[in-house]
Antibody, heavy 118, light 106 residues
Framework: QVQLVESGGGLVKPGGSLRLSCVAS????????MSWLRQAPGKGLEWVSY????????YYADSVKGRFTLSRDNDKNSLYLQMNSLRVEDTAVYYC???????????WGQGTKVTVSS | EIVMTQSPATLSVSPGERATLSCRASQSVNSNLAWYQQKPGQAPRLLIYGASTRATGIPARFSGSGSGTDFTLTISRLQSEDFAVYFCQQYNYWYTFGQGTKLEIK
């Protein structure tokens, strides 16, 4: 069964840190680019970051550049997002997503909720 | 940044009828356009990529068309499970999404 399962969300104060994790199963993880996208409450979708299959390149949205760090461990079929200096506007559901690829973002996890509030 | 604009914001259609959703890009995205469906409390699901190619397992009643700046998602013979929010997304230059169209039961 093809699946992405996120964890690590929670409530954190502004300026704090969180580390999100995503475990993939049912497909060859090391062959795919992987991303995090987020959706603020009642809002649309925003691409956050993606990493190439061998970690040779990593890209970030301007809104998170310098604060978030994306990494992966292909031996563990896992993707990670280290989020530092969190802001209220980072509050969102964070999705682990397969892609970008020829079929855009073709598989999504169920999401993990991050709330940044004092 | 390429801005994606969807219309209408809300579309009311009866089951069994056809729904037509529009998406416009602020500049050409060629055919690098995807459509997603999102139901309450669920993650988005890819429906269409390359403007007109159905993703794996997507029923034939979903079809996409367009290129450049103007795109359409058509759902023929609406079924109850089709009522949801639909997002378009360009991947020609980075990745941006429209604000969504809510398809509701008339």
């Amino acid at each position: 069964q093809v699946q992405l399962v996120e964890s690590g969300g929670g409530l954190v104060k502004p300026g704090g840190s969180l580390r999100l994790s995503c475990v993939a199963s049912g497909f060859s993880f090391s062959d795919h680019y992987m991303s995090w996208l987020r959706q603020a409450p009642g809002k649309g979708l925003e691409w956050v970051s993606y990493i190439r299959s061998r970690s040779e390149n990593i890209y970030y949205a301007d809104s998170v550049k310098g604060r978030f760090t994306l990494s992966r461990d292909n031996d563990k079929n896992s993707l990670y997002l280290q989020m530092n200096s969190l802001r209220v506007e980072d509050t969102a559901v964070y999705y682990c997503v397969r892609g970008p690829g020829g079929a855009a973002f073709d598989m999504w996890g169920q999401g993990t909720k991050v709330t940044v509030s004092s | 940044e390429i801005v994606m604009t969807q219309s209408p914001a809300t579309l009311s259609v009866s089951p069994g009828e056809r729904a037509t959703l529009s998406c416009r890009a602020s500049q050409s995205v060629n055919s690098n356009l995807a459509w997603y469906q999102q139901k309450p409390g669920q993650a988005p699901r890819l429906l269409i990529y390359g403007a007109s190619t159905r993703a794996t397992g997507i029923p034939a009643r979903f079809s996409g068309s367009g290129s450049g700046t103007d795109f359409t998602l058509t759902i023929s013979r609406l079924q109850s499970e089709d009522f949801a929010v639909y997002f378009c997304q360009q991947y020609n230059y980075w990745y941006t999404f429209g604000q969504g169209t809510k398809l509701e039961i008339k």
